[in-house]
Every structure is written in structure tokens, then in C-alpha cells.
């Protein structure tokens, strides 16, 4: 079985100011430089991407963005491009959020259209997928989880997948203090696993990381480390904490 390396991401999402999101990437920065067991990603928002760069760019923290648009330039008012999250030191993108999802309203092709975009550009990808609660109740968990995974992947080969991070967001947990048990997400993620080995073969399957998302913090952050399809963490909430994301990464170390 391939060893795969924890990652844990912090999405800041609309949060912070430019003092504290820069002392909170001090502390992440710190915290990581210690723990060689994993890799860290800080996703912060738009404006403070090369305040935050400056802080951990001596540290083994990796700069994320939330976002992009996907063409190289053009008339799309609000929206950023690949190149010039580039040019801020950028090297992780999120796809497929939940909140962009349903929230934003992006549809699947769009999602699609973003991760082919980035890959070609050769940043990771994060791509989220996840279940809402009336979906859960229904028992459509897996169908959900599965189409959108399919979806997103539609058009990534077996070579690019080697810089896809897939992340199992259960929308009614992010946010709401509410978690999915340790079985409940391990289940999910071994059944994204099958399905990579299905879609693509056992090798890629074993070295794709698979990301746990939806309040995620140090109180649970072992037992769910502790699963074996479950290679680390999407935080939202405990990333704006130090102090919490500190420990969520000890955990993993």
C-alpha cells in the first residue's frame, strides 16, 4: 500500500483582517515547521494572498486560493485567473466548496471546467464533494458523493491525477458543530477510494489523498486521522485559531 502524507488545509473563507490573518499565518507557520509528517495549506481570502505569502514563505506552509475563474484573461468583473495566483506564490486551489456549490450555485460543468483549468496549469486540487442533509436522509449519500466526484473528474487522466486531493465535505457538518462519526466519514471515503480504483486503477487509488471537511477540530481530529482512508483535513471554523489548527496538525504528526 502506498504511504500516503496527511495534508491539512485551512479555508479562511470570508475571514480575517490583514493584522490577523497575518499573526494567524505567524502561528501556522510555526506550528508546521515542526511537524514534518504533513503537509499545510492556508486557503486565505483574495486581498491578503501576498501578506500571508510574505509570512510563511520560508515555512513549509503552501498558499491556497479559495477560488479563480477559468479562462487566462478576459471581461469577467470579480474573478481572478490562474496566472495571477500564480504571480502571489499560489499553488493549491479549492473546487467544488460546498458554499460554491450551493451558496454560488456552480453547477457540475463549471466545477469540471475549473479542475481541468488548474490541472492544466499544474496546481493542486482540492476537489470538494459532499452530501446535503435531506440527500443523507434519503440515503443518497454515496449516489451524491459519487456523481459529483465523477463529475469533477470527468476529464482528468491517470497522470494528472497525481496532483487531485480530493476532500468529503458533508454539508451538514460544515459549519454547524455537527461531525460525521469516524465510521460514518470513514465509509464514505473508502467508498470515493473504490471508486478512484474502479475509475482509474488500485495504484492511483492508493496515492490519491482523501480529505476529511466538515467541523473538523482538535477534540476529533486523532480518531479521524486514525481511519484508514482519511489522510487529513479540510478545517473551516478551527483554521481562524492557532491555537486549534495547531493541534489539528499535531495530530496528524
Not at 481570502?45 to 515555512?59: G, H, N, R, W
Not at 460546498?98 to 493542486?124: C, G, M, P, T, Y
Request: with cysteine; aromatic share 6%; proline share 3%.
Amino acid at each position: 500500500m502506498t504511504q500516503r502524507r496527511y495534508i491539512i488545509g485551512g479555508n479562511w473563507k470570508m475571514n480575517t483582517d490583514l493584522e490577523t490573518g497575518m499573526a494567524l499565518a505567524s502561528q501556522v507557520a510555526d506550528v508546521a515547521s515542526t511537524c514534518e509528517a504533513c503537509d499545510v495549506v492556508v486557503y486565505p481570502p483574495f486581498p491578503y494572498l501576498q501578506a500571508i505569502d510574505s509570512v510563511i514563505s520560508s515555512s513549509p506552509v503552501a498558499l491556497g486560493s479559495q477560488n479563480f475563474w477559468p479562462e487566462a484573461s478576459g471581461a469577467f468583473t470579480g474573478e481572478v485567473s490562474c496566472d495571477m495566483l500564480k504571480d502571489l506564490s499560489v499553488t493549491s486551489v479549492l473546487v467544488g466548496h460546498s458554499e460554491r456549490r450551493h451558496v454560488l450555485h456552480e453547477s457540475n460543468a463549471l466545477i469540471a471546467q475549473k479542475v481541468d483549468f488548474a490541472i492544466e496549469r499544474d496546481f493542486q486540487v482540492v476537489l470538494c464533494v459532499g452530501e446535503t442533509i435531506e440527500q443523507r436522509e434519503a440515503g443518497n449519500t454515496l449516489d451524491i458523493v459519487l456523481g459529483q466526484l465523477q463529475s469533477g473528474l470527468e476529464s482528468v487522466n491517470h497522470e494528472s491525477m497525481k496532483n487531485i486531493v480530493i476532500a468529503y465535505e458533508p454539508v451538514w457538518a460544515i459549519g454547524t458543530g455537527k461531525t460525521a462519526s469516524a465510521e460514518d466519514a470513514q465509509a464514505v471515503h473508502g467508498a470515493i477510494r473504490e471508486a478512484l480504483a474502479s475509475r482509474y486503477d488500485d495504484n492511483v487509488a492508493s496515492s490519491t489523498r482523501i480529505q476529511y471537511g466538515g467541523s473538523v477540530k482538535p477534540e476529533n481530529a486523532k480518531e479521524l486521522f486514525a481511519c484508514p482512508d482519511i489522510d487529513g483535513a479540510l478545517v473551516g471554523g478551527a483554521a481562524l485559531s492557532g491555537e486549534s489548527f495547531a493541534a489539528i496538525i499535531e495530530a496528524a504528526c
